[in-house]
């Protein structure tokens, strides 16, 4: 099919609870949503780049700029028949994952649903639900924070991961392990640590974590394969995997045990794909990691869990967790043993409500092969 027309939408939608990270705390989530037109149908991806270069290097003005100006002209009226052909087109163009991710996946959405199969089957995946949990932020206060892990375990997640940073360690995790004796519990500090804090980290291995992610340099892997040999807990990256090359490098020097993969950070999901297949050829368990998406990007991370060797839950928390009211619909809501259940419909599965989409876009582009208009 050839694609005729790509279209940008910077959506911004209010949080239903402020989540902060060892980096800042977002009130809301703005992104931008992707729209590829073919055939009278349309594919959807979701560019997970934030307002401010925080959690990754790029932003929202960066990824626009990336798109407008170098990945859509290559795909514009180009002949598609698989993802493959739009990977290569894109081969040039060095950095900039979360873009490369938006526009990529909405080909994906898109050949799903010309193909009609759901993304999931495309991707190669068999399974029709996949295990989930919920990442807590930094609260308040202690008495807070229990108060969430109390909810959430109500709710039925069966995987609670806290957010971690100099301060709010050791005292945090020790409290919600004396209170979840057997809770599968694991911590993430987004880069707040050195080597030098180590020590930290050693008194974490008595509370079984199933891993602790991304603690040092969000570009290292040298560090934490010293740091992973000092520690009994696996260590799990993050910000530091951009690729399957990082993937590969990362696991040759003992970096880490396990992965946490992320559509928008490794480029989307072909090269996601890869990092599963090479984590799978050498028995390292990887999860899919999330990034406060919407439902378009939700359903991707859905698909994306149901290969094979995705052997731990992801931070792929029902709907509700997120938006009150969502981009897209229907919602993704939490079932019996901490799952969401995949779609089965043609492409990701859910459909972008145009009066929602209306409601929350900032700013607008659209490029035809006919022509451009902003
Ligand atoms: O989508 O439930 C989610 C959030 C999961 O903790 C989460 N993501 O480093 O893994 C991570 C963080 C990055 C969030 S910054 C928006
Ligand atoms: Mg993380």
């Keep these: 099919m050839k694609i005729e027309c790509i279209e940008l939408h910077y959506i911004d939608l209010p949080l239903v609870h402020p989540f902060e990270t060892s980096f800042g ?92 199969v759901s993304l999931a089957s495309l991707l190669g995946g068999r399974r029709d639900r996949v295990e989930v949990g919920v990442s807590i932020g930094i609260e308040p206060t202690l008495e807070a924070l229990l108060a969430w892990v109390d909810q959430y375990v109500a709710e039925g997640y069966g995987r609670v991961k806290l957010k971690i940073k100099p301060g709010w360690d050791v005292e945090v995790v020790r409290a919600v392990r004396e209170r979840w004796p057997d809770l599968p519990l694991q911590v993430d500090a987004n880069s707040a640590y050195t080597l030098a804090d180590a020590p930290v980290f050693q008194e974490l291995d008595q509370f079984d974590l199933l891993l602790i992610e991304q603690p040092l340099h969000y570009d ?3 560090d934490h394969a010293k740091l992973q040999a000092q520690l009994r807990t696996p260590l799990c990256l993050d910000e530091s995997i951009h690729s399957p090359e990082h993937a590969r490098w990362a696991l040759d020097i003992g970096a880490c045990r396990v992965i946490n993969i992320k559509v928008g950070r490794v480029g989307g999901l072909t090269a996601a794909r890869q990092i599963h297949d090479l984590c799978a050829s050498q028995g390292v368990p990887v999860w899919c990691g999330g990034m406060l998406e919407t439902n378009v990007g939700r359903a991707a991370n859905v698909a994306l869990a149901t290969l094979a060797n995705f052997a731990l839950p992801g931070d792929i928390s029902a709907s509700a967790r997120y938006y009150r009211e969502d981009i897209a619909e229907p919602n993704f809501v939490l079932d019996d043993g901490s799952t969401l259940s995949v779609p089965s419909g043609p492409g990701l599965g859910v459909r972008v409500v145009p009066e929602r989409l209306a409601a929350a876009c900032l700013r607008h582009l659209v490029r035809s092969a006919g022509g451009a208009e902003e």
């Design 220 to 222: 290292d892997i040298v």
């Design 25 to 116: 705390r977002e009130f809301t989530r703005p992104c931008i949503l992707v729209a590829v037109r073919a055939d009278g149908l349309t594919g959807w991806g979701e560019c997970t780049a934030e307002v401010g270069p925080w959690y990754s290097s790029e932003t929202i003005e960066t990824a626009w700029h990336i798109l407008r100006d170098f990945l859509i002209p290559v795909v514009l009226d180009l002949e598609v028949a698989s993802p493959a052909d739009v990977v290569a087109r894109f081969q040039r163009v060095r950095g900039h994952p979360m873009a490369r991710a938006g526009l990529e996946n909405g080909v994906w959405d898109l050949l799903a649903q010309a193909q009609g």
